[in-house]
């Protein structure tokens, strides 16, 4: 089945500065890649996704980047603010699939 | 407004006992989801259900069970064939399986006591 790493398990940062999260797949089938914010005590809550035919997203001050052949994407948040402290997880799927699987998640502090 | 509920959030069971957690949606998605999360294991998949009447063993399904008799709801009975049931249970839904995203609820967290 797929594997998903997630790295770095934890992230701190100025606010102000950039952060990014890294993740790689072992499935080359895998075509759909959503992103989750976890607030503590909360659900999961999709914040982007990206799909095989596209290499990169943006939303505002998120974006997702793609790559792959080196079977890895990317989560980019640029003007950190303390509200973006949370767990973030990313996920993979395949078209035909039943499931995400998830990475273990990075837990990202924004020090004011 | 649309959405997924859980209920209880927090549900103390003793050692030998079953407990059932409630899910249920009013998003009219086809597809439903039990997860469980550990500090540092992420995710990992109980069962699913792709449609009423049917469901499938996710990664993790020994010692839980599942019914989907109806579309809105997927109730997960934690059984104490569950050795270690002490965790933090999400219920997601989505329009279907592959690449529709997720839509979680706020989770329960159950305690064995």
Redesign the interface.
Known sequence: GENVE?HP?TLSVQEGDSAVIKCTYSDSAS??F?W?KQEL??????II?I?SNVGEKKDQRIAVTLNKTAKHFSLHITETQPEDSAVY?CAA????????Y????TSLTVIP | DGGIT?SPKYLFRKEGQNVTLSCEQNLNHDAM?WYRQDP????R?IY?S?IVNDF?K?DIAEGYSVSREKKESFPLTVTSAQKNPTAFY?C?SSKG???Y???????TRLTVV
């Open positions: 997630q398990s075509n759909y959503p989750y005590g909360k659900g999961p809550q999709l996704d799909r997880f799927s395949i078209w035909t699939g039943n499931q995400f998830f990475g273990t998640g | 859980q989801y540092g294991q992420g995710l998949l699913y792709q499938q996710g999400l997601a399986t592959g690449n995203g997720y839509t979680f609820g706020s989770g």
